[in-house]
Every structure is written in C-alpha cells, then in structure tokens.
C-alpha cells in the first residue's frame, strides 16, 4: 500500500466509532508499521493534563521503558516544546535522545495540532539510517490531522 492508500485506510480506522479510540489508534499503528517496511516502531505519546509530560499511548513494537517522557528530554520531548517536526536521520548524531532499542537507526516525531494546541504526537523508529523524506513527513501530517479529529 502507498501513502495514499493508507490515507484512504486511516479515514476508514478514524470513522469507525463502534471501536475506542484507544483501538483505532493501535489499528492505525498496526497498518503504518505493517505496510511502511521502514517503520519498525510506531506509537502514540499525549501530553499529561496540564503536567510538562508525555504519556505513552498504544503502539506496536519492542516495549519500551519510555512511558512518561518529561518535556525537553529525547526526541519526543524537544516536539512537545517545539511544535515542529522533528527527522533524525541517524540517532547516534543526537545527543538529547532516549533511545528505546539498540536496533534503532533513525526517528520521526510529528506533533498532533487540536485547536492549534499541541495535544501529542505520533513517534516513529526505523532500524534503517537516513529513510525518512518529506514525502513522509507530509504523509505523517495528514495522519496527525485524521487523528485531531478524534481525540
Ligand atoms: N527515542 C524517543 C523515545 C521514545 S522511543 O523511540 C519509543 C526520544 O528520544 O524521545
């Protein structure tokens, strides 16, 4: 499946309101890391209420340690401040990084936008170096905006 066709796929996952949303966002995990080969960890981080944390939410891939990352630290951290995307082509080029598993190569983060607020973002590990292209990140966007809909 191409980008488009996994757009078309997510618009399907968001409308189904009989599942929780908890349960559409695992099936939106299942089908990016199962269709992106590159996409080796794909998971969900919430910011906390009113806390400077992130929380994990459902994801696939290794388990991680990583359910609650204070604002600022790691990837995930620095786009709960920024408000950008942020592509890490090679992870060992980072210094404020959490690394999750010693397979990992590569990360995107995208923020989630409700109202104009930053509300959390969708994660994204690769075990490749240097795969990550606008094409994704525009891709990751439209995801992220399929998303807002629903939390
Ligand atoms: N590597 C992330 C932590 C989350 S894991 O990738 C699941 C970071 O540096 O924020």
Not at 21 to 28: A, K, M, T
Not at 81 to 90: E, Y
Request: with cysteine; glycine share 6%.
């Amino acid at each position: 499946m191409n980008f488009e066709q996994l757009k078309q796929e997510v618009d399907h996952i968001v409308s189904d309101t009989k599942k929780t949303v908890d349960d559409r966002l695992l099936n939106i995990c299942q089908i990016l890391e199962k269709h992106i080969t590159y996409y080796n960890w794909v998971g969900f981080y919430f910011i906390n209420g009113n806390k400077q944390e992130l929380l994990l939410g459902p994801y696939v891939g290794a388990p991680t340690d990583h359910k609650v990352i204070p604002f600022g630290k790691g990837i995930c951290g620095q786009v709960a401040v920024s408000n950008q995307n942020f592509v890490v082509p090679d992870v060992k080029e980072q210094n404020n990084y959490i690394a999750c598993s010693i397979t990992v190569k590569a990360e995107i983060v995208v923020p989630i936008f409700v109202d104009g607020k930053n509300i959390g973002q969708i994660d994204i590990d690769s075990n490749t170096i240097d795969p990550f292209t606008e094409a994704d990140e525009r891709f990751l966007e439209s995801i992220c905006e399929k998303v807002a809909t629903i939390i």
